[in-house]
Every structure is written in structure tokens, then in C-alpha cells.
């Protein structure tokens, strides 16, 4: 018989709930966004994100359970998030995941978001080759990473400070576009021009990156020209981080000439970005790993994956993991 996870995402502003077969089949993926929510602050207010996931996550987790035809019972463990992220929204996750597998019986998998974005790949294909060039863009994150193996990790760079959907958000929220910033930029950008020249920080330095100094400069120019023509300003924003990150990423193909990239996390959806991500794939005869649109922004599908393969690997968890608001990927 097939086994099943229940797999559970709360660590910022979706609270999310997904049942993953051990071939890793998504039975169902639902997901609640708390957008509206925060919308009008421009951000995500955590004590808001914590007690709306509470408020969500048993009608979300029963909906997913329904949506598979599955009842708790008959699942063979509960993988949950358990950083990096807001540490009451963790909280909530960790305390629903162990108290389902304790009443049913089966083990609790702890989960690196970050590990979920880089399986997100897999909902795409289950034919992943490695070593793997890694592109993870989120709103907490910009890193290069090599992916040697399953599991296994090479940092090769990462932001020495705003993240690059922290600095779509915040440009779109100097805008007054709204948040999340990513989906409205880049759809004024498809319509306007990148005419304005903002800097391409650190473009020639190793694999590291900057957003602070980008988005200073499309306030400055906003600033200066009151008469600004917004959906110039996203085309030439999106760009300028669009050139970053393929650079970046040629550095790496051209360094390792790994057979294939994947690009994860949230920014992932853009269409822009997944273009760009095409042409450079196909310049480098590399296979091009991105999960379905859907599936790059926060989701628990890609958690469950994640849990899978730590399950198989290493086996369910001692009851005593808590949040951890700062985990990083266990680089070797
Ligand atoms: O992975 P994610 O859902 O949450 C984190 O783990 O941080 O990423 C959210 C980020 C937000 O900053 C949002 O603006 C960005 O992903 N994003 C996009 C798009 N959709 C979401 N950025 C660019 N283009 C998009 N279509
Ligand atoms: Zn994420």
C-alpha cells in the first residue's frame, strides 16, 4: 500500500497543509493566504500572521485530509516546518504536528523551509539529476547554492543584505503598488521599458549579492522625478535584478557545469525570471529544474517532499524539536 504525509507550512504568511505519497504525488495542496490580512501594512506583522494561523490551520489541515480521501490513521507520519521563519507562526505549525501524530500514532518529521523550496524541483519531475547550480529566491532569502547530492550543500554565495523579494516588496510598497511586491512588478514591467539604468550591485563580485543599494536608487530616482512613468520604473527594477541573478548563475555554469539548475522560492514564479532561467539553461545544454508556478511560493507540498526524503534517510523526529527562527541549510 502507498504511504502517505501529512505536511504542514506555517512559517510566515500562508498557513498551509498538503498529503504527499512516498512517490511523491500530491493527493492534495491547499493553501490559505493571509495576503489581505497584512496588505494594508505593506508586510507581514507577525503577531497577526501567528493568530491567523491558528484561526486556519485545523480547517486547512482537515481540507487537505479530505481532498486525498485520507484520515489521519492511515498516514505513516506528519512533516512540519520547523524554521527558518517567524517564530510564533512556527510555533503554531510544530504544536499542531505534534499533537496530530501523537493522537494518531506515527512519527513528526522536522522540516528546513529552505530544504522544502530546493525539493520543490521535484514537484515538477521526479527525474532530478545532480549535482544541481541552485538559485534559492524568496522573501527571507537570495543564495547560491550547489546541490552535490541529496541533502547535501555548497554555499557559493548568498545577499549581504536585503533578500530580492524583500526589495520587490519594499520598492512596490514606496510605489504604492501593494504587497507582495513580485506579481505587480512584474506585470507593469512586461509593459514598460528598461530605460532608467539602475545599478547592478555587485555584479562582477563572486556570488554574492546586494538589493539595498538597487532599491535606494529606484527611490532616489522617484524622488527626483515626480513625472516617473511607474511601469518604467518596474522594467528597469526587474531588470537590473534579473541581470544579477543570470550573471550570477553563468559565473557558476561556467565554474562547475553542473548538468542541471534549479531555480526555487518565491521569486521562481515570476515569468520573467523563469524566461530568463530558460535561455541560460539551454546556453549551458543544463537541465532547468523549477517547480510549477504555483508551487514556488510558500505551499506544503514542497514540505512534504522535503519529508519524505528525510524520512526515508534518517526517520521521524524526537518529540523535543521547537521553532528555530534562524536555520539555515546544512552546508557540507
Ligand atoms: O518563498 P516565498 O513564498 O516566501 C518566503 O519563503 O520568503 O517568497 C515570497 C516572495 C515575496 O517577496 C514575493 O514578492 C515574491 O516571493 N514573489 C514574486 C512573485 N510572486 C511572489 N516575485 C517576483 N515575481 C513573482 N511573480
Ligand atoms: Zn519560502
Redesign the pocket.
Known amino acids: 500500500m502507498t504511504r502517505h504525509v501529512l505536511a504542514i507550512e506555517t ?2 504568511d ?1 498557513t498551509a497543509a498538503a498529503v504527499i505519497s512516498e512517490t511523491y504525488e500530491v493527493r492534495s495542496s491547499v493553501v490559505a493566504s493571509q495576503i489581505d490580512l497584512h496588505a494594508e501594512f505593506g508586510g507581514v506583522v507577525p503577531e497577526l500572521a501567528s493568530r491567523a494561523h491558528v484561526e486556519l490551520i485545523t480547517p486547512i489541515i482537515s481540507q487537505a485530509l479530505a481532498e486525498a480521501r485520507i484520515t489521519g490513521p492511515e498516514l505513516s507520519a506528519v512533516a512540519v516546518t520547523s524554521g527558518p ?1 517567524l517564530v510564533g507562526a512556527l510555533l503554531v505549525g510544530i504544536a499542531t504536528a505534534k499533537s496530530l501524530a501523537l493522537a494518531w500514532g506515527i512519527p513528526v518529521v522536522s522540516v528546513n ?1 529552505l530544504e522544502g ?1 530546493l525539493a520543490s524541483v521535484f514537484l515538477a519531475d521526479r527525474a532530478v539529476p545532480f549535482p544541481q547550480t541552485a538559485l534559492l ?5 537570495c543564495m547560491l547554492t550547489r546541490a552535490t547530492s541529496l541533502g547535501s550543500y555548497e554555499l557559493l554565495g548568498e545577499t549581504v543584505d536585503d ?4 526589495a ?2 519594499k520598492v ?1 510598497r514606496y510605489l504604492g503598488l501593494g504587497y ?4 505587480v ?2 506585470r507593469l514591467a512586461a509593459t514598460g521599458r528598461d530605460v532608467l539604468n539602475f545599478p547592478r550591485p555587485m555584479l562582477a563580485d563572486g556570488y554574492g549579492f546586494s538589493f539595498s543599494g538597487l532599491k535606494t536608487a529606484v527611490v532616489n530616482y522617484v524622488r527626483k522625478e515626480p513625472a516617473f512613468v511607474v511601469a518604467d520604473v518596474a522594467a528597469s527594477f526587474v531588470a537590473a535584478c534579473m541581470d544579477v541573478l543570470i550573471a550570477k548563475i553563468r559565473r557558476a555554469m561556467r565554474e562547475f557545469g553542473d548538468p542541471a539548475l534549479a531555480i526555487v ?3 521562481a ?5 523563469r524566461d530568463r532561467a530558460r535561455i541560460i539553461a539551454d546556453e549551458f545544454s543544463s537541465t532547468l529544474l523549477i517547480p510549477p ?1 504555483s508551487l ?3 505551499n506544503a507540498a514542497m514540505i512534504g517532499i522535503a519529508g519524505w526524503q528525510k524520512f526515508v534517510a534518517h526517520g521521524g523526529d524526537d518529540m523535543r524539536f521547537g521553532p528555530q527562527p534562524d536555520l539555515r541549510l546544512n552546508f557540507r
Open positions: 512559517s510566515c500562508e521563519g523551509h523550496h529566491v524568496s522573501g527571507g532569502h533578500s530580492i523579494g524583500e520587490y516588496d512596490a507582495p511586491g513580485g506579481p512588478l512584474d522560492g518565491g521569486v514564479a515570476s515569468p520573467i525570471l508556478q514556488a511560493t510558500d
